[in-house]
């Protein structure tokens, strides 16, 4: 498949996280696999590198607070096969990457139901200094209990009750960043003795529902101010918190159908928020198994394929529906019938294959290489052709690569499949300069009207417009 006339350029992240095995459980014992390194610098530094020669965008890091303990009522199974535990803090990753490297982005995937957003605001501001404004945030709200009953909660809000402190934490961000500094704050005037003008820099009055922040931010302005925004939910709440927040999304469909509808849902929600839809960039997971040749390709998937763990597949399905598939036998075929969690993973399977009944085994194979999100099998050029055929089909902006062995998968992403999408025109051959937001929009480095965080640069009539 050539080129489409018009046809926009397809983006690239990588899709890690600082642990082991992250969405291909099991497949650590493969004698290729280098995740247990992730202890180390030398394994982020190399990746890093690794990515910005093959000029992918960025290196998505995903995390969660929390262990996947719904399975047989314990985090037996996602221990004994490493799934998404031990688990290190990502954050501390990014500036030796960054350092290091000159263009490639990073995103962190942080949770606001854990940490007050006074504190997170400065890490996220002191990061966007530090890496000369590469920095994302992908905003999550967490779905593991056990994360909230670690830090003191009595479980985790309502899913829709997490929105809604999730609007009030981005509102409250969003003064921090955008509206208690003025861009003229800081002089440095060594003459007059003035490092930054008092009256330029604002307290945020902030007085809410969950948050009460009146103070200033402790940090000057940093290169983007507010890092670029990513969001992953995929209810319907969470589809509406992207339409008005989000500048990429991340979705893990496992179907065209399935993302399609996701793609112009968001884009919907974000036109009705009164921005452009054009202004998100969607993403979905993928996983690409390379080969010079389609045999070839086919022979190392069925070599990873050996090493799959179904009981870890089955602690990741668990602990992302909230349902112990442990009760359920290995041949047992999921309708319907069961919970609402059941019937959503049925759902979303189905569109995969309609028609088609699916086992807890065969919903286990499927997720034990590259978790929810599709696999592609194959040569550049036909992996390329499959790349293409999704974007035209869905509308989606690009893909994060999930790893099925590291740094492996990554490598031959770089080494086969970057250079024919070069040749077809849809991939970029160098970088943009600027910050992330300006690599991947060319509009500048700051939120823009009518972007709501862009409404709050300037506090006093923000304050004066909400006492009306």
Not at 123 to 136: A, P, Q, W, Y
Not at 157 to 166: E, G, I, M, S, V
Not at 368 to 384: D, K, L, N, Q, R
């Amino acid at each position: 498949m050539s080129n489409s006339k018009g046809q926009r350029e397809i983006r690239l992240n990588a899709f890690d996280m600082s642990c082991v095995g992250h969405q291909s459980p099991g497949l650590w014992r493969h004698p290729r696999d280098r995740s247990a390194d992730y202890k180390t610098l030398d394994y982020w530094v190399n990746l890093a590198q690794t990515l910005e020669r093959g000029k992918f965008d960025g290196l998505f890091i995903a995390d969660v607070l929390g262990v996947y303990d719904v399975l047989n009522g314990n985090a037996d199974a996602a221990l004994r096969h490493s799934a998404q535990v031990p688990v290190n803090d990502p954050l501390q990753l990014i500036p030796t990457m960054a350092y290091l490297t000159e263009h490639l982005g990073f995103g962190l995937t942080a949770s606001l139901s854990f940490e007050h957003p006074y504190p997170f605001a400065r890490r996220i501001s002191t990061l966007d200094h530090l890496t000369k404004g590469r920095v994302g945030w992908n905003i999550v709200t967490s779905y593991l209990n056990s994360g909230a009953l670690n830090i003191g909660q009595a479980g985790q809000r309502q899913h829709d009750n997490r929105y809604d402190l999730a609007d009030e934490y981005l509102e409250v961000c969003y003064k921090l960043w955008e509206g208690s500094w003025e861009d003229g704050a800081v002089v440095r005037d060594r003459e007059a003795g003035i490092f930054t003008h008092p009256e330029r820099v604002h307290p945020i009055g902030h007085h809410g529902q969950n948050f009460t922040v009146p103070g200033i931010h402790l940090s000057e302005p940093s290169p983007q101010r507010t890092p670029l925004l990513y969001q992953a939910g995929a209810s319907s709440r969470g589809k509406d918190f992207a339409g008005w927040h989000a500048e990429c999304i991340f979705v893990a469909a496992p179907s065209k159908p399935v993302l399609k509808r996701y793609v112009a849902n968001v884009r919907e929600a974000a036109e009705k928020a009164g921005r452009n839809p054009r202004d998100i960039l969607a993403f979905n997971l993928q996983t690409v198994i390379l080969g010079e040749t389609d045999a070839e390709a086919k022979r190392k998937f069925d070599e990873y394929r050996r090493y799959v763990s179904y009981e870890g597949a089955l602690a990741l399905i668990s602990g992302w529906t909230g349902l112990d598939f442990g009760q359920f036998s290995p041949d047992e075929v999921l309708r319907h019938r069961q919970t609402n969690a059941v019937q959503s993973a049925v759902e979303t399977f189905t569109t995969i294959d309609p028609g088609r009944e699916w086992t807890v085994r065969e919903m286990a194979d499927w997720v034990g290489i590259g978790g929810f999100g599709p696999v592609f099998v194959g040569s550049p050029e036909t992996v390329a052709d499959l790349l293409q055929e999704w974007v035209e089909d869905t509308d989606v902006d690009g893909f994060n690569l999930a790893y099925a062995v590291t740094p492996e998968t990554f490598e031959d992403a770089v080494n086969l499949l970057v250079p024919e999408l070069q040749k077809r025109g849809v991939y970029k051959k160098d970088y943009r300069p600027g910050t992330l937001r300006e690599k991947l929009f060319g509009r500048g480095d700051r939120l823009a009207a009518p972007h709501p965080g862009a409404g709050y640069r300037d506090l006093a009539r923000w304050a004066a417009q909400a006492a009306e």
